[in-house]
């Protein structure tokens, strides 16, 4: 605020210097307050109308502690803010000393959040209170506070449960989704209950058409609940970027799309899945047909925003380790378990106890499994074969 008090100052300093030259006969005006030389330097008549919030309320404090200063204060002060000749340092000085002596309330950002959390919860029960369809919502075990922390709150008041959302229940219902499930589904997919049911039908139509029998497209729904979402011709685009870059049969295709739907329609499909790909094969020198097997066992493998941190977690099991990429290929699960520093906290604790032991056919052998995926207990007392408490002791040697 300070910074921001100097420039409307200095701006006070040139409006008020330009009056006096260029009305030197007229009769002195009344002395401006800060918010209106402010203002007007700023070209903002009202700051509150105009949007600059801010910036009201950066004034409307300002003046009033300029008020109450003068009140308490000395002729000295009074002939100062009579004045219009504005002396810098003691500007600054009386600023200083006013935000010393009445300072401005800071919100913390606790106090935010918490002001937050109870605005939700007070404006979720009001609405439910109010709406048979929430009530119905809630009772079918829908997370309506997730559709809110969404922003779909507007949206939801719209639904009607008898002509909106009862329909596309029974849909899911007939195609093989449990009741159970219901709720789960809802939540995860608000904007399900924008189509239409015949809509609906022609997606499930086009999973029929290439092969996925009843239970797996419920398997499919169950697993990516806004899968129904996407247009036929989204899904058909996505499904035929796998099927072509990693040449996948229909049957390969379709245990692919079954074992992780939410990849086919991830908004990183093609571009990240294409962009981890490449440093798969070209950064850290794995072959297509070893990247197709990763794929299949661990799509997972491919839904890695940040291929930065794949890459350095190869580096660790890899170059440091030095597992061979056929053995990787064999545990893809491992590139994706622990982040490098993990990985290599744990190398160097077997380094120090002697354990480094990753030939496979000799004995002691610690698997890339056992480094990369198992807990800290198991990989103590099966890999390192020391407590825990000595392996916490050893990190804080690091």
Not at 168 to 181: A, E, K, M, Q, T
Not at 183 to 203: C, I, K, W, Y
Not at 341 to 368: A, I, T, W
């Amino acid at each position: 605020m300070m910074l921001r008090f100097a420039r409307l100052t200095r701006s006070c300093h040139t409006q008020v210097a330009r009056s006096s030259k260029k009305r030197p006969s007229k009769k002195a005006l009344v002395p401006q307050t800060f918010r209106e030389v402010a203002d007007k330097a700023l070209g903002l008549e009202n700051p509150e109308l105009s949007g600059d919030r801010v910036l009201a309320n950066m004034t409307v404090e300002v003046e009033r502690k300029r008020v109450k200063w003068a009140s308490q204060g000395s002729e000295e002060q009074k002939r100062l803010l009579q004045s219009s000749d504005i002396d810098w340092d003691v500007g600054m000085t009386l600023v200083k000393k006013a935000e010393e002596s009445y300072p401005i309330e800071r919100v913390t950002e606790e106090k935010m959040e918490s002001i937050a959390t109870k605005t939700v919860s007070k404006t979720l029960s009001k609405i439910a209170a109010h709406s048979q369809t929430l009530q119905s919502l809630v009772d079918l075990g829908v997370d309506i506070s997730k559709w809110e922390r969404a922003g779909l709150s507007s949206r939801v008041l719209t639904y009607d449960f008898d002509r909106d959302i009862a329909p596309v229940l029974r849909f899911l219902v007939d195609i093989g989704v449990w009741p159970r499930n219901l709720g789960d589904v809802a939540t995860n997919a608000p904007m399900l209950f924008q189509h239409s049911v015949q809509d609906l039908e022609a997606r499930v139509g086009y999973l029929t058409s290439k092969g996925f029998n009843r239970d797996r497209v419920a398997e499919i729904v169950r697993g990516a609940p806004n899968w129904l979402e996407f247009s036929v011709e989204d899904v058909d685009s996505k499904l035929g970027f796998f099927q072509k870059s990693f040449k996948l049969t229909g049957n390969e295709m379709r245990k692919l799309t079954c074992r992780l739907p939410s990849l086919i329609i991830w908004d990183g499909t093609p571009f990240q899945v294409s962009t981890n790909h490449i440093y798969l094969t070209k950064m850290m020198g794995f072959e297509d047909r070893e990247c197709k097997r990763m794929l299949m066992a661990h799509p997972e493998l491919y839904m890695q925003k940040y291929e930065d941190q794949l890459q350095a977690v190869f580096d660790v099991l890899h170059n440091e380790a030095g597992f061979s990429h056929e053995m990787l290929a064999k545990f893809p699960e491992v590139l994706t378990a622990r982040k490098k520093m993990e990985c290599k906290q744990r190398l160097e604790f077997l380094r120090f106890l002697g354990r480094d032991q990753f030939d496979p056919r000799q004995p002691n052998y610690v698997s890339p499994t056992a480094l990369a995926c198992a807990d800290e207990a198991e990989f103590c007392a099966a890999s390192a074969k020391a407590a825990g408490v000595a392996f916490n002791e050893f990190l804080k040697t690091l």
